[in-house]
């Protein structure tokens, strides 16, 4: 009976540990996504601000370049983060996409850096391949 006794109490140990640190995973983890999603509404703001700025001062062609390069930013993070789109996602992130390379079709921009201009060009070609499935 003893031994039954020993044997119940070192599951419940066990089950009440996997739980207790399975918490503190999720609450850590829950943390630090918090954090970068304030850091990134923090840049946006940061940005949008700056272009609300440039538009106030009727400063267009500084506005379309700062914009031009949010969009150059967003593209290389969708880029990066191709194989993680859901597929629940996936058509609205294609059509966002299609409509940014419809866009740089017909206001064609360079950012200065060979890296950024190629990881663009990688994120809009995801429309294509998208077309050839």
């Known amino acids: ?36 999603v304030c850091l990134s509404e923090a840049a946006k703001a940061g940005m949008d601000v700056s272009v609300l700025n440039q538009l106030q001062a009727n400063n267009i062609t500084n506005a379309i370049r700062l914009l031009d390069t949010q969009l150059d930013g967003s593209l290389i993070t969708l880029w ?12 609205t992130t294609l059509g966002i996409l299609r409509k940014a390379k419809e866009y740089r079709a017909k206001f064609p921009h360079r950012s200065g850096s060979p890296t950024i201009d190629e990881s663009v060009s990688n994120a809009l070609s995801l429309v294509d391949v998208s077309v050839e499935k």
């Open 1 to 36: 009976m003893r031994k039954k006794l020993a044997i119940a109490l070192i599951v419940v140990a066990f089950l009440v540990g996997a739980v207790g640190t399975g918490l503190a995973v999720g609450y850590f983890y829950n943390r630090s996504a918090l954090r970068l």
């Open 80 to 91: 990066f983060f191709r194989n993680d789109i859901t597929p629940s996602d996936r058509d």
